[in-house]
């Protein structure tokens, strides 16, 4: 081990993205980063800040507001054998080039019988909408789960953002990677040197015996405090973060389940045809022994934006645990936590305007 | 001359102030919604629909509190929109990115760049189908122009010959990016006169000469059924992208850049031809109108959380 | 009762789907058809021909190649009081209108507080390949079922096609309806009046008790087979035809499924986040008695075109029937029905070249 | 040029008799695939291809055959392909319609109009970092302009200044529909040039007209890296949309339309300047071609049925 990562190297998300991005750069020519506005002063809330002045703008450029295409460039620049990290501000705009991502680059390798690859990036950033409306809160990865060729990782802190962002470049396959907003505050330690965050991998944040929860990408964070408010009344929840959601770590997941026979998955998108879903059917499939299941996501409405009904929108530690408590106790009256020890530090620092 | 001059200086002047109040509100978090402000765009907000009628249809982008209340939106559900009330115009569902008012014919707004473009399409559809002489315009950036939407739109709707004014409001940015990091070439006009549609281009800025390309559109719209009209804009963003505040120390565009659209800026110019009183006299009445539309929506109430699952489908 | 119902009216699906969109557009001006190819001599497989004769081309027409912008013509004519049919040959162009399908027309009602409505229908052909290969085999109504505000219907047979059609034009919201091209052969006797086919009630095709299989669009035939297979062999399978998707009648499958102890969902699509997760994971949600499940769908890759592989990319009546064999039978070696009479009559009639 | 006209009658009858082969064999059911077949537009594959260094990359459509052909792809390849063998250019897993060859800088088709122009763009993109003086050619049919993802793509190749030639193959039709139901206008090359793209437009459907145009353009884009050229060829389809037959009787056009290109047909036309027996040597070595390619798709095996899921992802 070198000096340098002995000493904490404590940062934030958007600067282990940044870092992962640029140490990748510096050893392979072929990785470059196009999107909107990643080369403008805000860098994509920090995350591509300093790329241009570093690479240059051959290798760091904005592009015209144009995401079919520019997806279809990704996809043909990968063919020849680049490297693109195609970077999106939101992920409702994935929407422009579900053609390009669906009907090209999850079925170019096999559909041409292995004949060419898809090395690309696509990083997208879901987010808590502060109001931002219906068109600017969607997580709409299990639209692309439901496509075999895609690969998706939605790592929950600063270390798997660094660790999966790595892993996903190198990888020869279509990485859709999902980045929350809120999480772009959160720090941890993380190795300064390269090191990669295998796919396929979950992670058993906490141990527990009563319950599982499954959480997916920021929702880590809120079931995290969700079981402290559970702790508090004597339930043991166990957390486990997938971080890759295709390839799923299911193993992982079923192992969990059949230990605590009951699962609580909590996503951070909506819940029909959903990864909630698609969890919960694979472990009643897989598992061995009777469990009980329930889902948290958003609300099944179009994300409203007046904060009554916004609040109201996504699961949050006190929903989370309650719903926990009623799963576990199904016979027993409704039990709430103190909303005051159910808010969550990290949300406080984010403001508008967006 | 005198009627014109009064009244677009009253619709300039208003859309600035509500705007303006609306920066000052906005750090109180009462707004708890991304604001994409139109200070220093009004002319072209104000321009055009001053030649609309008032069953003409306005369709407008996130950046459309000047069309929402250039086209006559009330400024009291617009304030209680943004404020999240449910005497808002979407019932605190939309925020500002998604105004709407159905009533004064203003589609709702989109948060989506050039999504608006061919819904506005397919309303000047369904009004060419009427029959009435009915037009719709349609507000977009200079950066929606890039999205294949845009192409597709202006070709079917000059393919149909409908009556719809594509009015494009070109104020040199995306976001940060400049046009020439978009544009392959400057001349969106001779991009949309290559479908057949006869574009105009208006550097100036002045509120004359866009009210009156735009009356001459609309005038033959109107009597020649002759299809789509498109008008680029020249205007300019005084304030940050979204957000209150102005963004010039960010590096992106000079300052210097923006001094010749404050010296133009139409609220001044039109004020100046005005008598003081009467200048004095609309100042005052927009005024007390945003004082009562902040009071009305400071005193709405909100949603009540049980309504959140209701309506996602029409009955 | 007139004369002309009492008379047997039977014809194809591409018939009845003619007819309910013929029978509407002569009491609503307001009803319209739109899209590629509605209007030449092979009018959609026969499902638009005639419509033009009568209704001239400003009420059906075929537009220029653009999907995403004819989609938000809908949706802006719809928000103006039309009722727009806007016809894709093949579902996986639905790629390209995502943006204005998931981003304005489900979102409309809801977003502008109610201030708009868009009833707009959007028939898309889905099914099997005869070698048309990856772009032009899939089946994606999971991604709209995972979105709010967006119905969707698949009709398995011509009945249904017409009362579905009627119901779904009818609607004040978007619907998306969902053709199997193998179905257009089908007939069945439909009544020649106007009739709606609600949305969100099941059918039960075929009582049985010692499972319940849940058969979308054209599986719902594959699936009569496979239980006519498994009657052969002493079990009695339940046969549940969803026809609507979004709303979907749970209660229908639950009930069921509390009956049989055991639920194979045989969607005509991929499965991870499909609509047989979703209807696995409400089962095990609401139903008050142990059930085991499985499902089937496509194999979990890109549709390849040699049909060795294509013939076990899609579920059929075997491989129904031997799954739900072994849902029953876990501790029993495989079964497999005799493939002859496996063998679909109504798939021979299908032949390229497309 | 007489070392041309051998080259090109080579390649043009080729085409058009290995495609007459598949429409024979097409009945059969041995083909189980959707065959859009290029008859009567080889023309326009052949005279680009014959520009192409071996090296340079073509992008293509659904009715590739031609085009794969012409760039040199295998021909035993192709037609396993076609039959779904294992020995096919896709392994049998893409069919007619997604013809590939990367050793021969094909890249693959797709089924879905116009998806293929962005992805070509951007290995252009690839190739101007590679600084090796390479092009793509970019084949697409007349319908494939009015997608979005077009306009989107000659932007920002132009933007780029990109070594991408684009090729739109207007056969009049998309389906069967005529271009008057789809373009507002009928002038695509002036679509283009408005976003700073020489464009040329060739009606006479002549190889060598086409050629030379395709000549200077990649001369131009080598020496000069010049950016995008964009080159409109008129041609026509002689047979139906897709599938093996004649559609003349179906109503949507007229034979007398066909006539003018029958008379022209390129393959007659350069046969007629070749001396008898070269000529006779060249149909022979082609008809040998094609048996031997039959017989190696007839012999080669079908993937097996284990390999279903395999090779979603690459390693
Ligand atoms: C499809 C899409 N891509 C990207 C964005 C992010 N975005 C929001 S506004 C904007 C710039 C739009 O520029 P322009 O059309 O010129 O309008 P302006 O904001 O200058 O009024 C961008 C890129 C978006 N909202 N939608
Ligand atoms: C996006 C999309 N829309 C519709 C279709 C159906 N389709 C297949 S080929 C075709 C016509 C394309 O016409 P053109 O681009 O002129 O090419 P041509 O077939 O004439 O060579 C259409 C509409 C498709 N494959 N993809
Ligand atoms: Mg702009
Ligand atoms: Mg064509």
Known sequence: MSLRSEKAHVISYAEALNEAVAQEMRIDPNVFVMGLDVDDHLGILGSTVGLVDEFGADRVFSTPLSEDAMTGVSIGSAMAGLRPIHVHIRMDFLMLCMNQLINIASKAHYMYGGAVNVPMVVRSIIGKSWGQGAQHSQALYSMFAHVPGIRIV??????????????????????????????????????????????????????????TIVAISNMVIESLRARELLDGIGIDAEIIDPISLVPLDIETIVASVEKTGHLLVVDNAWISCGMSAEIVAQVIQKASTPVRVDRLGFAPVPCPTTPTLEDAFYPNPATIASTAFRLLNPEMPDWAPDPERAALAYQQKFRGPF | MNGAETRLYHA?????????????????????????????????AVGVCDVLG???VVAMTYRGHAAYLAKGGDLKAMMAELYGKATGSAGGRGGSMHLISMDHYVLGGSAVVATSIPVAVGYAFALKKEKKNRVVACYFGDGATEEGAFYESINFSSLHALPILFVCENNGFAIHQPLEDRWATPDVCKRVEAFGIPAEQIVSGDIFDIRNAAQSAVAQMKSKSDGPHFLECHTYRWREHVGPNEDYQSGYRDRADASAWFDNDPVEQLGKTLAADVRVKIDYEIESEIKEALQFAEQSPFPDESELEANVFAV
Chains 1, 3 share one sequence.
């Open chain 2, 54 to 56: 008032r069953d003409d």
């Open chain 1, 154 to 211: 939605a790592p929950s802190n600063a270390y798997d953002a660094k660790g999966c962002m790595t892993t996903a470049i190198r990888d020869n396959n279509p990485v859709l990677f999902v980045e929350h907003r809120l999480l772009y505050y959160t720090e941890a330690d993380v190795p300064q040197e390269q090191f990669e965050v295998p796919f396929g991998v979950a992670n058993i944040c906490a141990p527990g015996s009563d319950v």
């Open chain 2, 12 to 44: 300039v002047r208003r859309i600035r102030r509500v705007e303006e109040v609306i920066a000052e509100i906005y750090p109180s978090d009462k707004i708890r919604s991304p604001v994409h402000l139109s200070i220093g765009q009004e002319a072209v």
